[in-house]
């Protein structure tokens, strides 16, 4: 007995019409300013072995990950997000390309979602990826791209807001833990959630350190130019010092370009992705309760690969984007200018007539009907301002037609 022949499965979903529009015309303005900017697009296979989301510097948790094997029994996943199989690209096919390389792509990422968070296991996402510079610029051009996206996905109507983070804080304070690869895991994802009590408890069992006191304040450093000078008295290193001027100074640039009141600082913004080892963001849009676009530099991941070059980017949920722009949005149904009625034995004739409609620019449907009466009342629904009938009296320049109906 079949069950779900009619549903789809958890996590995935239908889009129809004006969806459909919308996620286009969202797509299409991210394709002209990536290639504004120079640069190129790629596409991935939606399959890829295991192995690739398995290196040491860009390890997916593989709970998340949809698996299957081929026809070898090698063990297969579907791509669960585009950044690792694009540094997989770059350094087989690209490793001999001139650097930096500028990507971008336009595909859809799979992987299992927590229950009950609404959250969709498939994803449309596109993205850039700046790969060989480890310069401030090629940071100011990653972020300040980020941010020409959300002001174009605001439509002026909605507002839009940049959080700016690095992920070299954490990982600075987590060298000082004797922590365990699954405490790790645990303190990071408790940071995420901004987890207090939870939090305080997992490092209370470890030894006591300036560097676990500096981690349970780590979900609380969040907010203006403040938060720099709260970071430094808690912990202060050489290293640390460092981090936090190069991300102040950033934060003081963007300020320029976004506005204070639009750009946060978030200390405690560890990204499930581990792969990021420095300036990381999060974008997002009102009516939208996560993020719409995430990324951040990356400059260890594709040394996994056998190509040891720096790299930054960020993708957007091209979904969600076009949730947000549906619920802000008037869209307007797809208008049709004409429709062609043949009377029988002049089809081919309207089929011609049709085409060179369509060639100045008019929609054009053919009219599936036995009679004139049907046609009018199908044109009347759906609002079709002209009916074209193709029969013995059309001539090329001036062919029977009722406005109006």
């Given at each position: 007995?079949?069950?779900?022949?009619?549903?789809?499965?958890?996590?995935?979903?239908?889009?129809?019409?004006?969806?459909?529009?919308?996620?286009?015309?969202?797509?299409?303005?991210?394709?002209?300013?990536?290639?504004?900017?120079?640069?190129?697009?790629?596409?991935?296979p939606g399959l890829e072995f295991f192995d690739v989301f398995q290196s040491?510097?860009?390890?997916?948790?593989?709970?998340?990950?949809?698996?299957?094997?081929?026809?070898?029994?090698?063990?297969?996943?579907?791509?669960?997000?585009?950044?690792?199989?694009?540094?997989?690209?770059?350094?087989?096919?690209?490793?001999?390309?001139?650097?930096?390389?500028?990507?971008?792509?336009?595909?859809?990422?799979?992987?299992?979602?927590?229950?009950?968070?609404?959250?969709?296991?498939?994803?449309?996402?596109?993205?850039?990826?700046?790969?060989?510079?480890?310069?401030?610029?090629?940071?100011?051009?990653?972020?300040?791209?980020?941010?020409?996206?959300?002001?174009?996905?605001?439509?002026?109507?909605?507002?839009?807001?940049?959080?700016?983070?690095?992920?070299?804080?954490?990982?600075?304070?987590?060298?000082?833990?004797?922590?365990?690869?699954?405490?790790?895991?645990?303190?990071?994802?408790?940071?995420?959630?901004?987890?207090?009590?939870?939090?305080?408890?997992?490092?209370?069992?470890?030894?006591?350190?300036?560097?676990?006191?500096?981690?349970?304040?780590?979900?609380?450093?969040f907010g203006g130019e403040e938060v720099f000078e709260k970071a430094s008295?808690?912990?202060?290193?050489?290293?640390?010092?460092?981090?936090?001027?190069?991300?102040?100074?950033?934060?003081?640039?963007?300020?320029?370009?976004?506005?204070?009141?639009?750009?946060?600082?978030?200390?405690?913004?560890?990204?499930?992705?581990?792969?990021?080892?420095?300036?990381?963001?999060?974008?997002?849009?009102?009516?939208?309760?996560?993020?719409?676009?995430?990324?951040?530099?990356?400059?260890?991941?594709?040394?996994?690969?056998?190509?040891?070059?720096?790299?930054?980017?960020?993708?957007?949920?091209?979904?969600?984007?076009?949730?947000?722009?549906?619920?802000?949005?008037?869209?307007a149904p797809r208008a049709v200018d004409a429709l062609v009625y043949a009377?029988?034995?002049?089809?081919?004739?309207?089929?011609?007539?049709?085409?060179?409609?369509?060639?100045?620019?008019?929609?054009?449907?053919?009219?599936?009907?036995?009679?004139?009466?049907?046609?009018?009342?199908?044109?009347?629904?759906?609002?079709?301002?002209?009916?074209?009938?193709?029969?013995?009296?059309?001539?090329?320049?001036?062919?029977?037609?009722?406005?109006?109906?």
């Amino acid at each position: 007995m079949r069950k779900y022949n009619k549903i789809t499965p958890e996590g995935t979903k239908d889009f129809l019409f004006e969806e459909c529009r919308v996620r286009r015309q969202v797509e299409q303005w991210l394709h002209g300013l990536f290639e504004s900017k120079g640069y190129s697009e790629v596409t991935t296979p939606g399959l890829e072995f295991f192995d690739v989301f398995q290196s040491d510097a860009g390890y997916y948790p593989q709970e998340r990950l949809y698996k299957m094997t081929d026809s070898k029994g090698r063990l297969l996943a579907l791509r669960p997000e585009s950044t690792m199989p694009i540094a997989r690209v770059t350094a087989t096919r690209l490793k001999n390309a001139p650097l930096p390389l500028r990507l971008y792509y336009n595909q859809s990422v799979y992987r299992f979602e927590p229950a009950l968070k609404g959250r969709s296991d498939e994803v449309t996402q596109m993205g850039i990826e700046l790969l060989g510079s480890a310069s401030y610029m090629a940071d100011v051009e990653m972020v300040t791209t980020a941010i020409e996206a959300l002001v174009a996905y605001s439509g002026g109507s909605v507002n839009y807001s940049l959080e700016l983070g690095d992920a070299g804080v954490f990982k600075e304070l987590m060298r000082e833990l004797n922590a365990t690869p699954e405490q790790r895991e645990n303190i990071r994802y408790l940071i995420e959630t901004k987890n207090y009590p939870a939090l305080n408890d997992e490092l209370d069992a470890m030894r006591d350190s300036k560097a676990a006191a500096a981690l349970k304040k780590l979900p609380a450093l969040f907010g203006g130019e403040e938060v720099f000078e709260k970071a430094s008295q808690l912990y202060s290193n050489q290293r640390m010092d460092e981090i936090l001027l190069d991300l102040q100074k950033l934060y003081q640039d963007l300020s320029k370009v976004i506005g204070e009141g639009r750009l946060t600082v978030d200390l405690g913004m560890v990204n499930n992705a581990d792969y990021y080892t420095g300036v990381i963001i999060k974008g997002y849009l009102e009516g939208y309760g996560e993020e719409v676009l995430a990324g951040g530099r990356y400059n260890k991941l594709l040394s996994d690969f056998g190509y040891d070059i720096p790299a930054t980017g960020f993708a957007v949920n091209v979904d969600a984007v076009s949730k947000v722009r549906l619920k802000n949005t008037t869209v307007a149904p797809r208008a049709v200018d004409a429709l062609v009625y043949a009377t029988e034995g002049y089809e081919m004739q309207a089929v011609t007539v049709s085409q060179k409609m369509r060639a100045s620019g008019k929609v054009v449907e053919y009219a599936f009907f036995d009679s004139l009466d049907l046609v009018r009342a199908y044109a009347k629904e759906r609002k079709i301002g002209e009916i074209v009938i193709v029969d013995e009296n059309y001539f090329d320049e001036s062919c029977p037609s009722e406005i109006g109906n």
